[in-house]
């Protein structure tokens, strides 16, 4: 990696980009408020389509390695972003994936459990509100009237952003907070660079956090698995002693608890710790482990009333767990 | 990667060993090409193939290459590593290497031995090389863990096996806690009258035993007392025992048994459960003569004092100055500490009204085998005569072989002992009363020293043998109110319906009714029977899966008497090598919390089998007890954020396994 301390009177030049998300993380830069003010004053942003006039050519005229960081958010599944990620690689001397979608391929990757022709079917002729009588599908090259049009390719298959492109560290979250965002600014700017390929998040799960811990008894158990709109939640005491499903014990702390905070379980957007491969795995089996029965009726009984158990588990890192997507039958 | 300094890329240099097994592997595997390969994999610095690699110049194999490549890890094709792991662990810790970083890989059990097809053997143990290879390279150097053992050791029950096992370890100076459920020791065999095949009176050669137990002065006994918690792990055990109030000073009664002379109740009104209900008891009683402790026991259910507290109190009277009689005593907890535990809770005989054909209870003239043991005794209720409940003496008596043994519908295992103690009851009953006694059996088991000698005594003294199995036992309506015993002689071909005056019914063992209880207290496991069940059938068969629990008698299958004292010897001798050793060595396959990453969730705290897992209050972290880890990774699993570790079975090992079997050549 390049010497990244940058000359006293050049401001280090930074770039964000999104590919496949909902914008929720570009807000979340806006959501730092007057701490965006200390970040805008310490570095250049170079490239930030959401935000400010700079095309894809002004990024490809870059020396390579110009640009100190670019934060890259959202998954990557058109062949426009995965080009744009190794654009970005290229000219950047740190990549961060910012946010759950690029660091574990978020809620666009529950995609995989599809693909492409399935996806299309669906949005392009079957959904409910769709009026396609001719069957429009996209094609990546049209002409109509003369004109040439061209669309990015689609991918079967939405991967997180370092199954694309080397990743130099990661910001989890949907989105990640500003306290994270904040955070990781700064140890960026000091020059004293954690090792590669971190999370810069706490290394332990949000039980660590959680204003809930102290009363989670020693032996939990359920028989009932409830939903939010289910229950009356009770604010103080632990979610999951009261039969909601929070992914907690399994998911990275650093959000201090937020979602808890509003009375609300967490859903996992943090991911696992470092010491995970597969977040829905981890927590199934701790999910699992407090079923109350030995019973194996009882058991599949309890645990039908999770509705959903792969948008549950794995909501936010289907594409980088070691399923990684459902498998295609062969044609 | 652990990087090791002086070895290409830094990786560490394996050694790997394919075993021919004789013809074992190499009959199916092609061992050479296995070497040819493994030589190729990386990090592999030395590939062999050898006859025997468990033989001395195969374990010198690695012990030179060790030092002549410079190996830093050892991987051997050959066994399962239940033979042999020891083995080459050994050889690596000769040649300098930590025994850990040694991995064994099963080609015989888990490939030639269940394989037809050379081809597709010898490639699976290539995948399985080449997965041994990738691991071996993550192993850390592990250390056992010593830690000391008390003493002081704990029986359960004090029946003939329980008193042995005491005996041996007090006689080898070690203290031994005596903990029987009932008032007083002996057991079974304390019921019995005479011992088969040398005809010993039971009594005469137990009760010595007896007495030594409560004369000695290494045992303290504790009977009328259960055992109702056991914490701690090998070599410190903390047993928690509950001793039932017995409304009697121990230490100022002296068993002079006035005061059961003197209890308001002239006769006995309560079914004495020695005698097995044959005679009636007082609400104060001895439970025989012989009993050991001679204490007296004051029966609560039925004492008058008890019930309306306005009895006379005549015992009290009696007693007189030794002022013995306690009726505010209460149930007293103890606690003790031990390093090891002998398990002796016996068996319970099969309850013969689960078969209602038998007629057991519904005809007087039916008894179970024990019950004439007690008739057949000189200090049983009939003072040793064989006469039926109406005072009549048989003159003609069925012994009915196999009622809940090799029975489909009730329990499917032999007895062992029946046919035995049938034979003796045959001997007895003809001696005493020279009835005509016919034995209905399905086939007579004699393999025991001296049996088949008395089997031919027996047969010689004119007892009838009928092999066939009783199908029905009904009154025959005539004026001497017999019963007909009906079956079909198989030796015969035809039915055979024989009147008798008495039938006596030899009923099997069984489990004890609370032995999935007793397996939880000590932590231990049974067969699908219900019996206790040995480590290993053969080559382990006192020693339990939990260390320092050990099995002696009846309680792991059923067994005549010198069996169970054979087995009690072998159990306290088990126990002694480890007192005596002072220490034990654990294996290092435990789970440890990462403290630092731990997030305080409590997941792993519920799952632990043996409750090695504690939440620390201070940190809020979850703590495991390393010497109560068994190393089963339960924890491991269940952690959801990874935060808990296990020696030898770390993720990266494991999945750097995976991608070796996955990674086909």
């Known amino acids: 990696m390049a010497d990244t301390a940058a000359p006293a009177a050049v401001k280090p030049k930074v770039a964000f980009y999104w590919c496949a998300s909902c914008g929720g993380c570009e807000e979340a830069v806006v959501d730092l408020a007057e701490a965006i003010l200390d970040v805008v004053g310490a570095v250049d942003i170079a490239f930030w389509p959401v935000a400010l006039d700079f095309k894809r050519h002004d990024v490809e005229a870059m020396d390579d390695g110009a640009l100190l960081a670019s934060f890259v958010n959202g998954a990557i599944r058109t062949t426009e972003q995965a080009e744009m990620a190794l654009l970005l690689r290229q000219k950047s001397q740190l990549l961060i994936a910012f946010g759950a979608c690029a660091h574990l391929g978020g809620i666009p990757g529950l995609a995989n459990l599809w693909d492409r022709e399935s996806i299309f079917r669906q949005v392009y002729a079957e959904s409910p509100s769709t009026v396609n009588p001719e069957g429009t599908l996209p094609q990546t090259r049209s002409e109509e009237d003369g004109r040439r049009l061209t669309l990015p390719g689609f991918y079967d298959t939405v991967r997180s952003l370092d199954q694309v492109v080397p990743v130099d560290y990661y910001l989890p979250g949907c989105p990640p907070t500003p306290k994270i965002i904040v955070q990781a600014v700064q140890t960026l700017l000091s020059g004293a660079l954690p090792p590669q390929g971190m999370v810069l998040a706490p290394d332990r799960a949000l039980c660590d956090e959680c204003p809930r811990k102290d009363t989670r008894p020693e032996k939990l158990t359920t028989s009932e698995f409830k939903r939010p709109h289910q229950v009356l939640i009770d604010e103080t005491t632990c979610l999951l002693a009261q039969g909601l499903l929070c992914m907690g014990p399994a998911t990275r702390a650093g959000c201090e608890a937020l979602c808890v905070r509003g009375n609300m379980p967490c859903s996992g957007c943090f991911g696992p710790t470092s010491r995970v491969r597969d977040h829905g795995g981890k927590a199934l089996s701790a999910i699992a482990s407090i079923v109350a029965s030995n019973d194996t009726g009882e058991i599949e009984r309890i645990l039908a009333q999770v509705p959903d158990p792969i948008g549950t588990l794995y909501r936010y890192s289907l594409p980088s767990s070691l399923l990684r997507r459902r498998r295609r039958e062969a044609a | 990667m652990p990087q090791i300094s002086g070895s290409p890329n830094g990786r560490p240099r394996v050694g790997v060993y394919i075993c021919h097994c004789g013809t074992n592997i190499a009959g199916i595997v092609d061992v050479r090409a296995l070497s040819e390969h493994a030589a190729t994999l990386p990090g592999v610095v030395v590939a062999r193939d050898y006859k025997y690699m468990c033989s001395d110049p195969g374990q010198e194999l690695i012990i030179r290459d060790i030092a002549e490549h410079d190996l830093h890890r050892v991987v051997v094709a050959s066994c399962s590593p239940l033979l042999h792991e020891q083995t080459f662990r050994n050889a690596a810790a000769k040649g300098g290497l930590n025994p850990f970083q040694v991995q064994m890989v099963n080609i015989r059990e888990h490939d030639s031995w269940v394989h037809a097809d050379r081809q597709a053997a010898t490639a699976k143990a290539k995948d399985l090389i080449r997965a041994a290879v990738r691991r071996v390279a993550l192993h850390r150097p592990l250390e056992r863990r010593r830690v000391p053992i008390n003493p002081d050791a704990l029986v359960v029950g004090g029946g003939i096996a329980g008193i042995h096992a005491a005996l041996t370890l007090a006689n080898a100076g070690k203290h031994v806690y005596l903990v029987e459920r009932e008032p007083t020791i002996g057991g079974h065999m304390a019921q019995f009258d005479k011992t088969f095949p040398t005809l010993d009176c039971a009594a005469c050669i137990l009760t010595p035993k007896m007495t030594q137990v409560r004369a000695h002065p290494n045992i303290t006994l504790w009977t009328y007392s259960e055992v109702a918690q056991v914490g701690g792990y090998v070599g410190n055990y903390e047993v928690t025992v509950r001793r039932k109030p017995r409304y009697i000073v121990e230490d100022l009664c002296v068993g002079c048994r006035e005061c059961i002379e003197a209890c308001v109740y002239k006769e006995g009104k309560t079914r004495d459960e020695f005698n097995l209900g044959l005679s009636k008891r007082k609400p104060i009683y001895m439970p025989f003569p012989q009993a050991v402790p001679q204490l007296v026991v004051i029966d609560p259910e039925t004492c008058i004092e008890f019930k309306s507290g306005k009895c006379k109190k005549t015992c009290v009277e009696v007693c007189g100055d030794r002022k013995a009689i306690d009726f505010t005593q209460q149930e007293r907890v103890e606690t003790i500490h031990v390093g090891t535990i002998v398990l002796a809770t016996g068996f319970k005989v099969f309850d013969a009204q689960r078969i209602p054909y038998y007629g057991y209870r519904t005809y007087p003239q039916v008894y179970t085998a024990l019950e004439v043991e007690r008739l057949v005794n000189a200090a049983g209720p009939t003072s040793g005569e064989v006469v039926l409940r109406d005072g009549r003496r048989p003159e003609s008596v069925a012994i009915v072989h196999c009622v809940g043994s090799r029975d489909e519908n009730t329990n499917r295992w032999c007895s062992r002992v029946c046919c035995m103690y049938s034979l003796k009851l045959a001997h007895l009953i003809k001696e005493k009363t020279d009835a005509e006694v016919y034995n209905f059996y399905i086939d007579i088991r004699t393999p025991g020293k001296g049996f088949e000698e008395f089997y031919n005594r027996v047969q010689e003294e004119g007892t009838h043998f009928i092999r066939g199995k009783v199908a029905d036992i009904y009154p025959a309506g005539d004026d001497r109110g017999r019963l007909i015993v009906q079956a079909e002689d198989t030796l015969l071909g035809k039915v055979r319906k024989i009147p008798v005056d008495m039938v006596v019914l030899a009923v099997g063992l069984e489990p004890r009714p609370d032995t999935q209880d007793v397996r939880r207290l000590f932590n231990i496991t049974c067969s ?100 109560l880890c068994k190393g089963c990774g339960v924890c491991v699993a269940a952690c959801p954020s990874g935060s808990i570790t296990q020696n030898f079975f770390e993720d990266e090992a494991i999945f750097e396994e995976i991608k070796g079997v996955l990674a086909h050549a």
Do not use: M
């Open chain 2, 528 to 627: 699908t029977e219900g019996w206790f069940l040995e480590r290993h059938p053969k080559l382990a068969p006192v020693n339990t899966f939990t260390d320092g629990v050990f099995l002696a008698g009846a309680c792991q299958g059923p067994k005549d008497i010198p069996d169970s004292v054979a087995q009690a010897g072998a159990a306290a001798a088990e126990a002694l090598a480890l007192i005596d050793a002072g220490s034990v060595e654990l294996e290092p396959y435990t789970a440890f919390v990462v403290e630092e990453d731990c997030s305080g969730c409590k997941t792993c705290i519920p799952l632990c089998p043996y409750n090695a897992i504690a939440f620390v209050a201070e940190t809020k972290k979850a703590a495991i007890n390393e010497v």
